[in-house]
T-cell receptor, first 111, second 114 residues
Framework: GENVEQHPSTLSVQEGDSAVIKCTYSDSASNYFPWYKQELGKRPQLIIDIRSNVGEKKDQRIAVTLNKTAKHFSLHITETQPEDSAVYFCAGQNRDDKIIFGKGTRLHILP | EADIYQTPRYLVIGTGKKITLECSQTMGHDKMYWYQQDPGMELHLIHYSYGVNSTEKGDLSSESTVSRIRTEHFPLTLESARPSHTSQYLC?????????????FGPGTRLLVL
């Protein structure tokens, strides 16, 4: 089955700087990698996803990159703002199995 | 409005009581999930269902049970609550083809067992 490792567990960045969260996966058959954001006291929500036939995807200030050979993918947030403070979960999934979440990264945006 | 709902939102109960956490979704999704999560921490899958009369145990050992008699309902039952069950319980449902799921989470139930 799939195993997804996520780093770092906690990340603090100055407002306006960039933040990068990295994940690795074990199952080479995994082909779908979503990212979820969970604000304090709220439910997790999908913010961006990437499929294995794509190397990079952008949506305004957030982007995700995928390296299939190395089996790792990353979330990039540019020009960070206070509302980016949250816990971020990466996940991996293959066609035949359930989605597997990483353990989460708590992102703090410092004023 | 299409959404996923959980009741109760908060529950304080004594040790040994039987409780049922309700989850319902109006999106017509076949797949539903229960996660246990201490606030802001890792999501632990405890049960899932791929449709009516289908239920499976997740990765985290749990003393709870689930049922899926109707597509829209996926209740979670604890036969005898213990302080170790104190946590937040998140229900989720998903759409799209296998391998490309978007999970929609409910607002959660915060359980405190005294």
């Amino acid at each position: 089955g799939e195993n997804v490792e996520q780093h770092p567990s906690t990340l603090s960045v100055q407002e306006g700087d960039s933040a990068v969260i990295k994940c690795t996966y074990s199952d080479s058959a995994s082909n779908y990698f979503p990212w979820y954001k969970q604000e304090l006291g709220k439910r997790p929500q999908l913010i961006i996803d990437i499929r294995s036939n794509v190397g990079e995807k952008k949506d305004q200030r957030i982007a995700v990159t995928l390296n299939k050979t190395a089996k790792h993918f990353s979330l990039h947030i540019t020009e960070t703002q206070p509302e980016d403070s949250a816990v971020y979960f990466c996940a991996g999934q293959n066609r035949d199995d359930k989605i597997i979440f990483g353990k989460g990264t708590r992102l703090h945006i410092l004023p | 409005e299409a959404d996923i709902y959980q009741t109760p939102r908060y529950l304080v109960i004594g040790t040994g009581k039987k409780i049922t956490l309700e989850c319902s979704q109006t999106m017509g999704h076949d797949k539903m999930y229960w996660y246990q999560q201490d606030p802001g921490m890792e999501l632990h899958l405890i049960h899932y269902s791929y449709g009516v009369n289908s239920t499976e145990k997740g990765d985290l050992s749990s003393e709870s049970t689930v049922s899926r008699i109707r597509t829209e309902h996926f209740p979670l039952t604890l036969e005898s609550a213990r302080p170790s069950h104190t946590s937040q319980y998140l229900c989720a449902s998903s759409d799209r083809p296998p391998g490309e799921e978007t999970q929609y989470f409910g607002p959660g139930t915060r359980l405190l067992v005294l």
